[in-house]
T-cell receptor, first 111, second 116 residues
Framework: GQNIDQPTEMTATEGAIVQINCTYQ??????LFWYQQHAGEAPTFLSY????GLEEKGRFSSFLSRSKGYSYLLLKELQMKDSASYLC????????????FGAGTRLFVKA | GAVVSQHPSRVICKSGTSVKIECRSL??????MFWYRQFPKKSLMLMAT?????????EQGVEKDKFLINHASLTLSTLTVTSAHPEDSSFYIC????????????FGPGTRLTVT
């Protein structure tokens, strides 16, 4: 089966850097996503990694190590609006293409 | 970016009635659509995967007779919650993918279902 683990909650200060970790176990790995979700809203796409390494996109970066089953999302220059849940999701092509989500990490950004 | 709409955004229904939720891809053809439900402060739980023109594939533990999914065209999928009960109250979100080679899923805005 699939298993995705990420911390439940994190707190960081405005302007700081925060790293949200995600570990996963899956067969037929086909990529790892990070999504941002504000309360009561649908998730919005942040990043996709299918090869090992770091992908940088503005204030957000995502890293993947397939051999370790590990990813992290790095948020720089934190802003209050970054307070949200961050969902790690793994795409698998076993039994059909589908994406399974982790429980999410609720990030609180304080002034 | 690609846009996915859902209708209705909110619905309140009485126990025992059925509710249909529509998911549309507005500017692209979605070969695959996914239906998720989300409980408060919890992550998205995949309910089923639907491919246009074929039967939906349901995840373990999801009753296919209760959650009827139809993917009649490349731009429309519907989820019907039959004989709804209060425990079916949840946030239902659909997502769509343009093709098997496309990795990105585009999410609809979600439908808040409340069963009284």
């Amino acid at each position: 089966g699939q298993n995705i683990d990420q911390p439940t909650e994190m707190t960081a200060t405005e302007g700081a850097i925060v790293q949200i970790n995600c570990t996963y176990q899956t067969s037929g790995f086909n990529g790892l996503f990070w999504y941002q979700q504000h309360a009561g809203e649908a998730p919005t796409f942040l990043s996709y990694n299918v090869l090992d390494g770091l992908e940088e996109k503005g204030r957000f970066s995502s890293f993947l190590s397939r051999s370790k089953g590990y990813s992290y999302l790095l948020l720089k220059e934190l802003q209050m609006k970054d307070s949200a849940s961050y969902l790690c999701a793994v795409s698998s092509n076993t039994g059909g293409f589908k994406t399974i989500f982790g429980a999410g990490t609720r990030l609180f950004v304080k002034a | 970016g690609a846009v996915v709409s859902q209708h209705p955004s909110r619905v309140i229904c009485k126990s025992g009635t059925s509710v249909k939720i529509e998911c549309r891809s507005l500017d692209f053809q979605a070969t695959t659509m996914f239906w998720y439900r989300q409980f408060p402060k919890k992550s998205l739980m995949l309910m089923a995967t639907s491919n246009e023109g074929s039967k939906a594939t349901y995840e373990q533990g999801v009753e296919k007779d209760k959650f009827l999914i139809n993917h009649a065209s490349l731009t429309l999928s519907t989820l019907t919650v039959t004989s709804a009960h209060p425990e079916d109250s949840s946030f239902y979100i659909c997502s769509a993918r343009a093709g098997r080679s496309s990795y990105e899923q585009y999410f609809g805005p979600g439908t808040r279902l409340t069963v009284t």
